[in-house]
């Protein structure tokens, strides 16, 4: 997904009020505007980022994926759990009980009992390892699971589900990466947490403001999903973002700059 910013002869009244209110080339307004838009964009892409919190956003993503593997992958409490709701204890009971007993004996036991059930798993299996394939083949355009899904596969037990679990919430932070790489290029990312920069090459920048009046910053995302995982329409609310970024950080080195000197004033004085 590519995102860019581009100053012509009918170029966006924002970049160009800007540069003249900050007095500065519009080549310089581009390229800080280019890096915090990468900025804005990381913020926005899930795990959504609310202000500077990216700790709760590492929260809710881990959250999020684990949530959504638990959707499609149960253990036998789960399974217990609902023979039991559907009323029939007995059956519940017998289940759980050579659930228990494990092996293969217990397993086609446990799973013969589990396909009497009137319950959504009556048509599963019960398996020793995830089946990754079926967690790819739930996930939308945006890599989540819909609430509305059903299980697809019983584990024998919860280690494997929790190795996978583990194992995919390390890759949250992916989406936001390739914005990172693109801040990085563009100055720097520092604003962005180490979570979220630990890939590389996942992102790019290309300044382009030596090119006369199509002068023009091009932040880009090389993450396959990186437009299921930002908004619709958060280019131009990045934009207006950054742009009140870069007042403000100029503002401050201005502010600065007049304390620095009134202290030396005030020194002589």
């Not at 581009?30 to 609310?50: H, I």
């Not at 959504?120 to 939308?140: A, P, Y």
């Amino acid at each position: 997904m590519s995102i860019s910013a581009t100053v012509t002869e009918d170029a966006t009244q924002t970049i160009q009020r800007l540069a003249l209110d900050l007095k500065l080339d519009i080549a310089v307004v581009l390229k800080r505007l280019g890096r915090l838009e990468a900025v804005s964009f990381a913020r926005s892409t899930q795990p959504y980022t609310r202000g500077g919190d990216f700790a709760s956003s590492l929260a809710q993503g881990k959250g999020a994926v684990e949530r959504d593997i638990r959707r499609l992958f149960k253990t036998g409490g789960a399974v217990y759990a609902e023979i039991k709701a559907s009323g029939d204890k007995p059956l519940a009971d017998g289940f759980y009980s050579q659930y228990q007993v494990g092996k293969i004996k217990g397993k086609k036991a446990a799973e013969g009992l589990m396909q009497k059930s009137s319950t959504k798993f009556k048509t599963l299996t019960i398996e020793r390892k995830v089946n990754t394939d079926l967690h790819k083949q739930s996930r939308d355009g945006r890599g989540r699971v819909a609430r509305n899904r059903l299980p697809k596969q019983v584990l024998a037990g919860d280690k494997s589900l929790e190795t996978y679990i583990a194992k995919k919430q390390q890759m949250v932070g992916l989406a936001k990466s390739g914005w990172a790489s693109a801040a990085r290029e563009m100055g720097g990312a520092k604003d962005i947490p180490k979570w979220a920069k630990r890939w590389t090459n996942t992102g790019s920048a290309t300044d382009k403001t030596g090119n006369g009046n199509m002068q023009s910053v091009i932040i880009e995302s090389k993450v396959k999903y990186a437009s299921q995982s930002l908004p619709a329409g958060e280019e131009e609310q990045a934009l207006r973002i950054a742009a009140g970024r870069l007042r403000e950080s100029l503002q401050q080195a201005k502010d600065k700059r007049v304390a620095k000197a009134n202290a030396k004033i005030s020194t002589k004085t």
